[in-house]
Nanobody
Framework: VQLQASGGGLVQAGDSLRLSCAAS????????MGWFRQAPGKEREFVACISWSGGSTYYADSVKGRFTISRDNAKNTAYLQMSSLKPGDTAGYYC???????????????WGQGTQVTVSS
């Protein structure tokens, strides 16, 4: 499956932004979708993931209560709604697809190209 992430940009602290991840296949609903991020000089880190039907979601502690992951299987698209953004959220954001519910990046088989989010103070 091919993934296309979009929606990044330059925002101010406290602003909101919604990222989208469009998948190329109708089998989108068979994949767990995850979002990861990587800041310059740092390792890639888990942000959130959502189960096949959207019934279960998981978040990193650093974004819990501020970010919401969702999916629309009819549109083959996953979303990451980000609110109360902080400068520390600045990173390249990547969507990924896996056959299992996991927070481990090496267990995701398909990756999008990433979209940059920059939060100014």
């Amino acid at each position: 499956v091919q993934l296309q992430a979009s929606g990044g940009g330059l925002v101010q602290a406290g602003d909101s932004l919604r990222l989208s991840c469009a998948a190329s296949r109708r089998t989108f609903s068979r994949y767990v979708m995850g979002w990861f991020r990587q800041a310059p000089g740092k390792e890639r880190e888990f942000v959130a993931c959502i189960s096949w039907s959207g019934g279960s979601t998981y978040y990193a502690d650093s974004v819990k209560g501020r970010f919401t992951i969702s999916r629309d299987n009819a549109k083959n698209t996953a979303y990451l709604q980000m609110s109360s953004l902080k400068p520390g959220d600045t990173a390249g954001y990547y969507c990924a697809a896996s056959n299992r519910v996991t927070i481990l990046d090496h267990e995701y088989d398909y990756w999008g190209q990433g979209t940059q989010v920059t939060v100014s103070s």
